[in-house]
């Protein structure tokens, strides 16, 4: 039971480059976000899914896609990287049926 | 508005002294659930408690103990004893209920916690 793991752990960058975050769970939870974090700010909601097929934005959703074709899956995609873009990204997931947040170990990405 | 506050940023205590950090809270909410998180130097989020809107009861687990009082939208933690491994970054957070609410978790800003042996 590996829980919630993202790849890759560390990632570079050129600014306009292209990449996808990518986010798995084996806990069949149903609802999963993106979180970004930066110095000082605390963690802030990119984008969640409350379910295969359908997701929503949060509170930064701008320059990241995202999309969730099956329950385990939950990539996070920069179609053109920029350097404000550089942060940790954690994937989280939960239960319906419980309230507690289960986070991966994070991806630490730098846009040069 | 829908906000958690950790107004202080860093905190430095020598080892075995008590320590609180404070955490408040905005929401209009009548249910919502309020965590804490620690984030040790090596990075990932480890959760140490959640609070729904209707226990007031505080809590009490080993060294660690929360108060939450609803009169004054606060929810703060108090370390007993301090240890060096207590070191780390404390995150408040709230959440709400709610089909699409349930995903979304607002966070503190966080308080970087030091212990000095």
């Known amino acids: 039971n590996a829980g919630v793991t993202q790849t890759p752990k560390f990632q570079v960058l050129k600014t306009g480059q292209s990449m996808t975050l990518q986010c798995a769970q084996d806990m069949n939870h149903e609802y999963m976000s993106w979180y970004r974090q930066d110095p000082g700010m605390g963690l802030r909601l990119i984008h969640y899914s409350v379910g295969a097929g359908i997701t929503d934005q949060g509170e930064v959703p701008n320059g990241y896609n995202v999309s969730r074709s099956t329950t385990e899956d939950f990539p996070l995609r920069l179609l053109s990287a920029a350097p404000s873009q550089t942060s940790v990204y954690f994937c989280?997931?939960?239960?319906?049926?419980?309230?507690?947040?289960?986070f991966g170990p994070g991806t630490r990405l730098t846009v040069l | 508005a829908q906000k958690v506050t950790q107004a202080q940023t860093e905190i430095s205590v020598v080892e075995k002294e008590d320590v609180t950090l404070d955490c408040v809270y905005e929401t209009r909410d009548t249910t919502y659930y309020l965590f804490w998180y620690k984030q040790p130097p090596s990075g990932e989020l480890v959760f140490l408690i959640r609070r729904n809107s209707f226990d007031e009861q505080n809590e009490i687990s080993g060294r660690y103990s929360w108060n939450f009082q609803k009169s004054t939208s606060s929810f703060n933690f108090t370390i007993t004893a301090s240890q060096v491994v207590d070191s780390a970054v404390y995150f408040c957070a709230l959440s709400f209920a709610g089909y699409s609410s349930a995903s979304k978790i607002i966070f503190g800003s966080g308080t970087r916690l030091s212990i000095r042996p």
């Open positions: 989280a997931t939960r239960s319906m049926g419980d309230n507690e947040q289960f």
